[in-house]
Structures are given as C-alpha cells and as structure tokens.
C-alpha cells in the first residue's frame, strides 16, 4: 500500500491497513481492492451494480466493520451501493468514511448511497469521515445519500464528519424509525475556501416510542457556504430533537433551516437553531492564558467540533 | 509590583469624549491583597480591564515589575503572569473544565492538579473535570471555574472582576471560603468588590468614584470610613 493511501486511511478510518480479525473492505479508485470476512459479518460484491451487501448475523456482539473509500485519481468519478443487514440483537460498529487525494486538474467524485436495515433490538454504531487533499486545482467532491430503516427498538448513532478539503458535498439522509427505535445522530462540518456544503436530513418517527437526537455543529470560513435542512415528522407517540449550531467567519454564509411536523397529537418535536461569530469575550478569555488570537480561534474550533 | 501612573482612560461617543478614569496612581505591592471599590460606575471594571490589557489607557504608564507594559497585548501580559478573572465568564461548547484548565496552565494539567484546582474553589473534581464549559452550568459554579483556571496559572498579579456579581447568598459563603484560601497561592490579588466580607479580607482597600482614587489606605483604615458613609447614608434615607 502506497503512504498516501496508508495516510487517508489512517485519517478517515483510524487505521493504517487491513485490521486483523475484524471484517474490511478498502474500495480504491472505483475497484475494491481488499475484502475479509468474518463468521458474523460477511461481506459481498454485489453483482448488478458496483458495491457491496454487508451482513451481520443475528445476535452477534461486538462486532467492527471497516469500509473506507479511497480515491487517489484525478478526474475519477465514483458511485457505489452499500446495503448493511443488520440481524436481529446484533451489536455492530461500522467505520466508514472517504479520502480524495486529488494533485490533478481534473474533479474527483465519489457517490456512495448506503442502506441500513436495521433488525429489531440490534445496535449500530456508524462513523463516517469525510476528507480531501491534494495540490490540483481539481475539485474534491463528496455526495453522500445515507437511509436507514430501523425495526422495533433498535438504536443507532451516527458520527459523521467533514473537516477538511472536501470543496462539495451534498448530503441526503432519510431514515425511518419503528416502534421504540432510537437515532442519535452526530453530524460536524468545516468548510473553507469556496467550498459548498448541503445537507438534507428526513426522518420519520413512524412508531409508538420512537426518538431522534439530531445535534448538528459547523463551522464555515473564508468564502463557503453551508446549507442545513433537517427535517423531524413525528407520525406517532414520540419524541425529536434537533439542534444545528454555526460558527460563521469571514465572508462565509450559513443557512440553517430545520423543520418539524407533527401528525400526532402526543408526537414531541423541538428545534433549535443558532448561527453566530465566535464571541470576542472567548477569544479574549483565551488570551488572557496567553494565547495569540489564531490559537484562541483554533481552540475554540476544535472544542466546538470535538 | 504593579504601578499604574497617571492613567487615564477616555471614550469617544459622536463629538464628544467622556472620562471613564482620570489620572489614577495606585501601587499594587507583590503578594497583596488589594480590593478596590465604589460606586457603580466609576470606573473600576475599566480599571481592571486596563490592568490586563482589554482597554488601552489614552494617558498614562502601566509598570509591571519595573516593566512599561502599557502597550503590551493580553497574551503577553498573561506571559508575565497576570490573571484576569472575567465579572461574566464566557462558556464555550464543547470545551471541558479538564481542557480548559489545561490551557491556563499552559500544558497538560495532570489529573491530581486538576483536582487540586477545583477542590480549592469548592467543587468535587469528579464531578466537574469532564463536563463542558457551556451553558448547563449555574453562575456560581461558572466563576467558581473561572477562579480555578486562575489558579492554574502560577501568577504573579491575578485580577478578579465583581467575583461576587449575579451569584446568590449561599454560593457567595463558598466564594469568600475560596478567596480564604487563595491566600496560600504566592501572587498578588488585586479584586473589585462591593462586599463588606470580601474587604475584610484585603490588606489594603482603595475607593475609586468618578474615575478617580477617592480614598486609599489600609483595610483598618478605610473599611470603618466606608461603613460610617454607609451608615450615614441609610440614616439620611429613613
């Protein structure tokens, strides 16, 4: 494996290769190029269309799954399915996520629609980075489609992230929770330069005791733009809660637009939305410890999207 | 040693320009404890402020150990070791008391100190390393942090800013316990307050009204002046 490899590995996933024991799939520049099950996660090429079916069994506990995407081509143009069965009782960690390395002229895009069945009382873990870098003018993008069906009190949190590099990215969540269900999801984003930024997120709270967490953080700079659109509809007895934070720098512009619906009477649905410069009394704060104004602003960034 | 001389300070509002503070000298000797008090809105937040750096004086000279550091930024006075306790303490998300405490120090704080730290302001470590510097904590515990983030920081000259402001009676008994106890830390304490308790504490009080040093001396001195004013006061309202 090349260093540049090994190093957006190490930086979207944790890892430096292929983890001994545990299920993988590395997908490099369109191909998959390493693949390992494991008794209770298997994994399979899907044969209609590029991509993979990932299946864990029933009432497997403790199970790690690594699908990292590589890109290291300019001008590649990359769409896959991922479609993950969740067993019934399951317990998994899914670490996803993509690296573009793009030194060329030419844009570099990866697709990847991912689907979760989730079985009833499995529990899933997802974490998905998003990252670019690179000396080419060639634009980074990133479009992420992410649904997810939950059975009858199943959880699931997902931690997704995209810190740095990425100049586009369109990202579309749908999910639909059943009875007892419950999603938290973790969503942190930075933008910079003239770098875009969209996210839609729909999740319908479809049974008796569902619930949402939505917590979104963001930080926009330089020129770039952020677009929030999470959307809670609550169809039963529930409860939702969506909360998108925005730290806005520079020339940057940040639209936050979350929406609520209610079709039950004993449905609970709240969100809250703010966007803001970071306050002069934290960067004061900061260099009263004798940090220089830049660090007082790094740290404050980083905390805010720890 | 702290000197600031001649230091004043103006505001430019439209044409016209107001006096915040006029030609004030005050001596702050090494490992003292100094309360400067009076009225509201007399200046001595501002006078605070332009110890630490967040306001430049338009007249005047600061000295720091002999050192003219009047045109110093904040995060090179906080390099010579000077304190600056905020009156409102900003929150920051995501930030944990751990981290935050870490960043005064300067480095990573170990656990022990960490605990240290905040046991000396009166709060459980354990309860409180882990937790975020935002919003979900009460006043009283915010500038009992604050207090503690100070301590961490091996100073020479800490400054604290109405420590007593919007916190209630039963945290303020905590908060003169703390400032009991940072006696024991080697560094001068040069504290705004409105608190008969508090002044008690003080080696020396200095009353500042209208931009100016009204009275200076020591606590045996001036604290029975100010009460008989304050008494009189009362008297002439009934």
Not at chain 1, 41 to 61: E, F, L, S
Not at chain 1, 169 to 181: F, P, S
Not at chain 1, 194 to 206: I, W
Not at chain 2, 12 to 31: F, G, L, M, Q
Request: hydrophobic letters at 35%.
């Amino acid at each position: 494996m090349e260093q540049t490899d090994k190093n957006l590995l190490k930086t979207i996933a944790g890892i430096s290769g292929f983890q001994v024991g545990r299920a993988f799939n590395l997908r490099k520049d369109g191909q998959g190029v390493e693949r390992h099950s494991t008794p209770n996660v298997k994994i399979n090429p899907k044969t209609d269309k590029p991509g993979i079916d990932i299946i864990v069994a029933a009432h497997a506990q403790k199970e790690s799954v690594h699908i990292p995407v590589i890109l290291t081509q300019s001008g590649i143009k990359d769409m896959v399915y991922n479609d993950f069965y969740i067993g019934e009782g399951a317990d998994v960690e899914i670490i996803a996520g993509c690296g573009i390395h793009n030194d060329g002229c030419d844009a570099s895009q990866h697709d990847g629609i991912h689907t979760f069945y989730i079985g009833k009382n499995a529990h899933v873990t997802y974490i998905e980075k998003h990252y670019g870098e690179g000396d080419g003018n060639g634009a980074r993008i990133l479009n992420p489609t992410t649904v997810v069906h939950m059975e009858k009190n199943s959880t699931c949190e997902m931690m997704m992230s995209q810190i740095k590099g990425v100049d586009s990215t369109i990202r579309k969540t749908q999910m639909d929770l059943a009875a007892g269900a419950k999603m938290v999801i973790h969503e942190k984003l930075m933008t910079h330069g003239k770098q875009e930024a969209h996210s839609d997120v729909e999740v319908e709270l479809n049974g008796k005791g569902a619930s949402l967490q939505i917590i979104s953080r963001s930080v926009a700079k330089d020129e770039s733009r952020q677009v929030f659109h999470p959307k809670a509809i609550g169809n039963n007895d529930c409860r939702a809660h969506v909360q998108c934070d925005s730290i806005i720098m520079d020339q940057a512009r940040v639209s936050s637009i979350p929406e609520i619906s209610a079709n039950h009477v004993d449905a609970e649905i709240i969100h809250e939305a703010a966007i803001g410069k970071i306050n002069s009394d934290q960067l004061i704060k900061l260099q009263t410890f004798g940090l220089s104004e830049s660090e007082a602003e790094a740290v404050i960034i980083d905390g805010f999207l720890k | 040693m702290l000197e600031l001389k001649n230091i004043q300070f103006a505001v430019h509002e439209s044409n016209d320009s107001k006096e915040i503070i006029r030609h004030i000298d005050i001596t702050v000797p090494d490992r003292s404890f100094t309360v400067i008090t009076g009225p509201n809105g007399g200046g001595k937040s501002t006078l605070a402020k332009l110890v630490m750096g967040l306001e430049k004086p338009t007249g005047g000279q600061i000295l720091f150990d002999g050192e003219d550091i009047t045109n110093v930024s904040i995060s090179e006075r906080a390099k010579r070791k000077i304190g600056y306790a905020f009156q409102q303490p900003p929150r920051f998300k995501g930030l944990t008391i751990r981290k935050l405490l870490s960043l005064a120090h300067g480095s990573e704080l170990s656990e022990c100190m960490s605990c240290q730290y905040l046991s000396d302001v009166g709060l459980c470590a354990h309860d409180y390393l882990d937790r975020e510097m935002d919003a979900s904590l009460s006043g009283g515990e915010v500038k009992r942090i604050e207090i503690a983030t100070l301590l961490a920081r091996d100073l020479k000259l800490a400054i604290f800013d109405e420590p007593e402001a919007g916190i209630d009676l039963w945290s303020f008994a905590k908060l003169v316990d703390t400032f009991q106890n940072l006696r024991k830390y080697n560094m001068s304490i040069l504290l705004i307050s409105h608190q008969e308790r508090i002044m008690q504490m003080a080696d020396e009080i200095i009353v500042v009204e209208q931009g100016m040093v009204t009275k200076q001396g020591s606590r045996e001195e001036i604290l029975p002046q100010l009460l008989h004013e304050f008494d009189t006061i009362c008297d002439k309202c009934l």
